[in-house]
């Protein structure tokens, strides 16, 4: 089943949850609507659910207006962040539960339920658990139950609020590969909400970044990542350093001529020394030792900076740094810089020593006005 959205508000008070949303979803996608706390995805998925009404706008599933269709009659499963299972039955009877509520003229025989729940628990590998009531269960073993319970109904829609933010690091990142082999296997048209980065590049066919009641970008998980369309989407999709400067005529430039770094940027060719910032992710940093002369004129360009803190375990060291003169940066804050573990030993730093540090890719955008950034794109 398809889903269409189209032009969605709807305001809380004076609050602003949704702002003319518009999305196409397609028939056996697995979507993601990523974002911050107050952005407006669960709203969104509530108004697709049926669970809230929207002030203004359109859902249609298969090209039929859904919007005045009570929540009973949408076929939708939903699968809440805490489980939401029936504490005082058993697992097999909170699977069987939406089955046994269907009309008398629909519901299926008792041996028909039973085979089918069965089918259900054996999908998510939990058939053993049948007799345990939830107390007993994990709360991972307690999310699978409440997709099976989800799926019992045969919904053309699938819905999940935050399924996996109840659960521990290691546990979440089990049932989020899981949930992708599953949803490969039934190809039921899903929604996901979630404001973990991770989850969503991981697991989704394709991410829906929301801020502030709005759309900022759709696209698969690479293209979000490899082109953000905005700052804000650059700065949400994992860590990153933000430098300020200069643009001009397709360059930036970070830090006095003669001590700082230039950058391209052709996409600005037309900036005529206007104020740009540049997003560049820890891992584009390179990072070598500071001598006497760098950034000087004599040795290579580079942004001086002190090394704070180092952490270096597993295969990745990551360092934090501060420039040894903030008006290079246009920042005091802190910069992370993430680099093999084998180079950072071959470098042989210590807390306190000077580096010299150098973009090797980075994202510029150019300000229009102090409080409206031009969006490259």
């Not at 759709?218 to 300020?244: C, M």
């Not at 996409?267 to 540049?278: L, N, Q, T, V, Y």
């Not at 940066?329 to 950072?344: C, F, K, R, V």
């Amino acid at each position: 089943m398809s889903i269409a959205i189209r032009n969605v508000n709807k305001a809380f008070g004076t609050f602003q949850a949704l702002n003319d949303v518009s999305l196409d979803i397609e028939s056996g996608e697995l979507v993601a609507l990523l974002g911050p706390s107050g952005c407006g995805k669960t709203t969104l998925l509530r108004i697709i659910a049926g669970l809230e009404t929207a002030d203004q706008g359109n859902i249609l599933f298969s090209g039929e207006d859904t919007t005045d269709v009570h929540v009973r009659e949408r076929n939708v499963g939903f699968v809440f962040q805490h489980y939401a299972l029936f504490t005082h039955m058993t697992v097999f009877d909170n699977v069987a539960f939406g089955l046994r509520m269907k009309p008398r003229a629909v519901r299926p025989s008792e041996a028909v339920i039973k085979q089918k729940v069965h089918e259900l628990l054996g999908l998510v590998q939990l058939d053993w658990l049948a007799d345990r009531y939830p107390a007993q269960l994990s709360g991972g073993q307690r999310q699978r139950i409440a997709l099976a319970r989800a799926l019992a109904v045969e919904p053309k829609v699938l819905l999940l609020d935050e399924p996996f933010g109840a659960l521990d690091a290691k546990v979440r990142k089990e049932l989020r590969r899981w949930l992708r082999r599953l949803h490969d296997d039934l190809h039921v048209t899903s929604i996901f909400v979630t404001h973990d980065q991770e989850e969503a590049l991981e697991v989704a066919d394709r991410v829906v970044l929301m801020n502030s009641g709005k759309v900022e970008q759709i696209g698969s998980p690479q293209q979000v990542w490899e082109h953000p369309a905005s700052p804000f989407v650059y700065g949400f999709l994992g860590d990153v350093n933000l430098f300020h400067g200069r643009a001009h005529e397709g360059e930036m430039r970070i830090g006095e001529d003669r001590h700082g770094v230039r950058l391209d940027s052709p996409e600005h060719s037309g900036a005529r020394d206007a104020k740009a910032f540049a997003y560049v992710r820890p891992h584009d940093l390179d990072v070598r030792r500071y001598v006497v002369g760098d950034s000087q004129g004599s040795g290579p360009r580079g942004i001086p900076a002190k090394l704070v803190r180092a952490i270096a375990v597993g295969p990745i060291a990551r360092l934090e740094l501060l420039p040894l003169d903030a008006t290079t940066t246009g920042s005091s804050d802190p910069i992370e810089a993430h680099l093999p573990a084998q180079t950072y030993a071959a470098l042989a730093l210590r807390e306190g020593d000077t580096v010299l540090l150098t973009p090797r890719k980075a994202r510029v955008f150019v300000e229009e006005t102090a409080d409206d950034p031009a969006l490259s794109i």
